[in-house]
């Protein structure tokens, strides 16, 4: 079973990314359990992971929200690949967290991106996923943490 | 030996042999010198022999010169002179050879005797001096003194050639025992010299073998060192010395950086490396067990058992800005030397993972176990009623999730949650522990506890709800797992009675197939749980319930759980307080279903402690769900109405059974959402009574819809 420990590190992973990245911490909303793989936003950003846990770990935002961020950051680019390269580096940021609390118990893949219409997420059917919102002003992405 | 000593030894014999040796070419150089001394006094004296040896010989030549000169009148002038050096050097000569305290012969002696001889026939003829001639008409003549000469000269010529074969034998002698003794000396010191030669070899090979020895003893101490610095380098515990004043040494094993997250070990007082990291009374313990390690006495083993350090769990900075925990094995080991304990080894090993393991397999042993207790309490459910309850559970915890999924942001938004979350929590512990389904009755009550804590809490956010949600997954897992066994439980039994008996009927398929599943077992089986929990005695007659409407099960089987759970823990008293009341040891429970009317008529009663309408109020007060004042205006029946209250409960400790305050609201509210009505009545010291009256099966239908 996962433990809480492993959930924080993927939870701290995404809402530092916000801190960091836009000066303005992310908090977030109530998390509850999903079968299936749920439904994705715009823009995700997926880690695969193997060793002691297997499965899946994606950050998944809308592009409004996507489009804030960026310009909180100071972009001025709000193009599809500019937010595909956005949900990749709060990808990684997630990743590197992992890599750096749980070493080499985890296997973590490269990031990648998925983006467009009901896009597949590489996740088992059946597979209970703890769905975290992820609330920044006033939108909400989701973290997505499939791991058996 | 230890390698220092043997080493030390080594040096000491190899020094003492090159001492030794260095002494004896010492000792062969002397007398080698003396040697080389005498025999260069042998080869003068043999020089001086092998001329004297000629003398005779010339002696007696140069008479015979001189007296043939005298006889033809010639010149004699340079024939004496000649003469008077011969003899002199012979005087000479001999007297030196003589005077030789080392080359006393017999023939030297008799040499020198026959010497002494010659000298006073010679001594006339050398002191002679003038013209031995006078001149004459007829010619030259000796003159008287010439005559005197000549008869002198004629005489040592005699005496001459008498003893000159016998003198030059004497001294040819003379001259070979020298030649001997010259040879002899030489000899020896060839043979002093060869041995000095082969001396200075073997300490020349000697020097060589220990500067040999030397280099292969730096190169193995440098191996060594590289070595010992490798083995600390890469060994994964942290090795390090521990002084008499408790303070760590020079030399430690790299691992204990990675151990402690700190380099400045040297130096460092044990007391200092665990200050901060654990509890003061461990750390205390500690130092006493480090003190009782020096004293002479101690023995090994029993320290060793007696270690309080052999799971020592520490407190590490995170790097997050965060703690963790460790768990370390210090493991101790005294040094001895000559005068008592000189160190005491410590090693020390990160166990994190094999405390976790371990932890892991307990906790996956309790769980086996757990199973394996289901499995028993399981095989005395009815796999109708286990199947319900496996349906009503997860459908309770598909609501749960729901409630948590609905979106929240603020401290009101999550708080509200809270209150949905405990009553559903609340009915699915109720229904577990009526069917002794343990396992899952703890792991909810594990979840009522959490969301009892966050009431506490004064902000709420997302992060509180972590753990909740993983509780629930493992619930969810363990739920399966049930459901899989349930399954496997219900083939069992299936392929055990198949051909025997004919296949049981289902609740649908009874006669009338209208009624729901028969709640007498259930209900019995919670009873006796319930009397074993609190340790009351009571009995239970249930009458009417398997006649319930399907739609009516679940309702009335949460109604009957509540209040089954508050007769237990409340209602009946124990036996000793029934005795003294004049009551039967064994409290009685009733519980009757029936028509009434065109609906049921649901009625519970014991004959218990009754409700003490002031006992309620007074709960109700501390609890801040009514203040002080509005107690002391309340009246019996709106006192009485306090127990259907949300959060109220008159026990002040919470356990599986009551304490939350969550129970009477859930039943009450349940039957209103039924269109139904709820009524209780009591006498304190003699009863309780509920009476809950429910519309017809297809009104509450609709009721739900």
Redesign the interface.
Known sequence: ????EE??TF??GTTNYFEVAAQQPA???????MEGAPQVHDYTGIISISGKREGVVYFTAPRAMLTVLLMKMQENDFSHETMRDLVGEVANTISGNAR?DFGRDFVISVPSVLAGEKPEVPQKPGQ?S????I?WRSH?AKLVVSLT | MNVAGADRNRRLITAGAGTALALVMGLALLAGFRLATQIRSSITALQTASELQTYPGVLTQQLTALRQRLETREYTGQAHAELAGTVGRFNGDIRQLATRGKLQSAQLQEAVQMWQAYRPVLAPILAFSGEPYVDTDAGSSLSESGKLYYGNVRQAQLLAKQNVGRLHRLLSAVTRSLEAQTSGAAARLRALLSGGVLAAFVLAAAAAYLQLTRIRHERAAREAQEQTRDILKTVREGFFLLDADYKIGSVWSEALTHIFDRSDFAGLSFEKLLENRVPPNTLATAMKYIKLLWGDRAHENLMKSINPLGQLEISMDN??GGKETRYLQFDFHRVLGPKGVKHVLCSVSDITSNVLLAKELQEAQENANAQVDMMVGMMHVDPLQLGSFLDTTQTGLQLI?AI??????TDA??RK?LGGLFRELHSIKGEASALNLMSIAQRVHRLEDMVSELKKKAEL???D???M??K???L??HLRGVREMATRLTALKDSATSGADAPRSSAAERPGGRSGEDLTPTMQALAEKLGRDHRKAFRLTLSGLANVPAPYVATVKDCLIQMLRNSAVHGIEPCEARRALAKSDVGAVRVDFRRSGDGYELVFEDDGAGISPQALKDAAVRKSIITAEEAASMDTRSAMALIFRPGFSTQEEVTMDAGRGVGMDVVARTVYGLGGKIGVSTNPGRFTRFKIVLPAAEAASSAVA
């Open positions: 079973m996962l433990r809480e959930l924080k939870v701290e908090t977030i909303g109530s998390p509850y359990l750096r209970r703890f769905i975290i919102p609330n909400s | 790097g997050r999730n948590l999924k609905e979106p929240a942001r938004e999550f949650k956010s997302g992060n709800f972590l753990p949600v993983l629930l997954d493992e969810l897992a």
